[in-house]
């Protein structure tokens, strides 16, 4: 499809997910082995949920596994909105549910206020991401860097210092905290989930433009010190 990419594409979203689930307990069992921070960022939504559920099962040392999540909605686990309950409800389940696990939200009332608290929680994993996922939206937004928000040029700033950034957009809904992209990109391995028909032609318009604040996807993309690791099944 385009050099800046890696595409792979599955049969289904079983198989897509069984092989992701493979492929990250190898990433985790390779850094834990070393020596080195074993640590998984997850993106929310519906997508990522049958991969979470097939990983929770894998076998490997759980209890030296940090898990985190690419961003939140400024809500608390109690909604069904929560990135967070999410995970806690597909992920950290079976052997992984020895696995720490690192929320953004923090209790404050805005992004805003619990913003120093939610970098040091990033700061305090140490080290680059292990593995990261991102999702995408049929806006090309990921993570939460959404078309017009208003930490946008914030954090998809590659020279950027900040580990977190708050959101605010009209296609968010709640407000947001979000990785920034250099965090993102630092990640030794970062892979971008995306299923139906529907995504491939967004990541098809993203590839045909350059303008990130258009489609924010293109950030990610220009600013991969490799070609992105794209996974996809109909």
């Given at each position: 499809?385009?050099?800046?990419?890696?595409?792979?594409?599955?049969?289904?979203r079983e198989?897509?997910?069984?092989?992701?689930?493979?492929?990250?307990?190898?990433?985790?069992?390779?850094?834990?082995?070393?020596?080195?921070?074993?640590?998984?960022?997850?993106?929310?939504?519906?997508?990522?949920?049958?991969?979470?559920?097939?990983?929770?099962?894998?076998?490997?040392d759980w209890?030296?596994?940090?898990?985190?999540?690419?961003?939140?909605?400024?809500?608390?686990?109690?909604?069904?909105?929560?990135?967070?309950?999410?995970?806690?409800?597909?992920?950290?389940?079976?052997?992984?549910?020895?696995?720490?696990?690192?929320?953004?939200?923090?209790?404050?009332?805005?992004?805003?206020e619990g913003?120093?608290?939610?970098?040091?929680?990033?700061?305090?994993?140490?080290?680059?991401?292990?593995?990261?996922?991102?999702?995408?939206?049929?806006?090309?937004?990921?993570?939460?860097?959404?078309?017009?928000?208003?930490?946008?040029?914030?954090?998809?700033?590659?020279?950027?210092?900040?580990?977190?950034?708050?959101?605010?957009?009209?296609?968010?809904?709640?407000?947001?905290?979000?990785?920034?992209?250099?965090?993102?990109?630092?990640?030794?391995?970062?892979?971008?989930?995306?299923?139906?028909?529907?995504?491939?032609?967004?990541?098809?318009?993203?590839?045909?433009?350059?303008?990130?604040?258009?489609?924010?996807?293109?950030?990610?993309?220009?600013?991969?010190?490799?070609?992105?690791?794209?996974?996809?099944?109909?």
């Open positions: 499809m385009n050099e800046r990419i890696n595409l792979r594409k599955f049969a289904d198989a897509l997910a069984q092989a992701l689930a493979v492929e990250t307990a190898d990433a985790l069992r390779a850094a834990i082995g070393t020596g080195a921070a074993a640590t998984l960022a997850v993106s929310g939504g519906s997508t990522p949920a049958k991969f979470f559920r097939a990983l929770s099962g894998a076998e490997l209890e030296s596994v940090a898990v985190t999540l690419v961003d939140e909605r400024w809500v608390p686990e109690t909604s069904d909105r929560s990135n967070a309950r999410l995970v806690k409800q597909n992920l950290l389940q079976n052997d992984a549910s020895a696995a720490s696990f690192t929320p953004l939200f923090t209790g404050a009332d805005s992004p805003e913003l120093d608290e939610a970098d040091q929680r990033i700061a305090d994993l140490h080290g680059p991401l292990t593995v990261a996922f991102l999702g995408m939206g049929s806006d090309g937004h990921t993570a939460s860097f959404f078309p017009g928000g208003d930490h946008l040029a914030e954090a998809i700033d590659i020279a950027g210092k900040a580990l977190v950034a708050p959101m605010h957009a009209a296609a968010a809904g709640e407000p947001r905290i979000t990785l920034t992209l250099p965090v993102l990109i630092a990640a030794e391995t970062l892979i971008l989930h995306i299923e139906g028909q529907d995504k491939l032609e967004v990541l098809e318009k993203a590839l045909a433009g350059e303008d990130p604040r258009e489609m924010p996807i293109r950030a990610v993309i220009a600013a991969s010190p490799r070609p992105l690791d794209v996974v996809w099944a109909p």
